[in-house]
């Protein structure tokens, strides 16, 4: 049990760092930004799905071994749903209606709940050492 969920935990780790580091900013670089904003946009849902169920998971394999982590992974779960739900919708409306300072704002909250997430998972992992 505690080797699959170092592997579940890697997996979300390893996710959201492609995710966050690589997609978006490959998307943003390579499409013109006309394209690449609606498709950040119709992907970001899948990725908090992504991450809510990935850390959920993770959260139920640690539970027997490692309460402190299952509690981390609980937490990046239980925060990522009012992210989605929430936070997101917030920030696309923000965009739809040229509310630019909104915008970054609401942005910067999901980058920092984002990072936060990355850090918590990171700090599961080290725990396996």
Known sequence: METLALLVSALLFG???LYAFGFAAFVFTALPPDI?????????????????????????????????????????????FPTRQILMPAINRATDEGRKTRFKILHGLSVVITLAHIAGAAYVLARFV
């Open 36 to 80: 690449a904003s609606p498709t950040i946009r119709r992907a970001f849902p899948y990725f908090y799905l992504f991450v809510l169920g990935v850390s959920a998971l993770a959260a139920l394999l640690l539970l027997t071994g490692d309460l402190v982590s299952a509690s981390v992974m609980a937490a990046i779960a239980l925060s990522t």
């Open 15 to 17: 996710g959201m760092v």
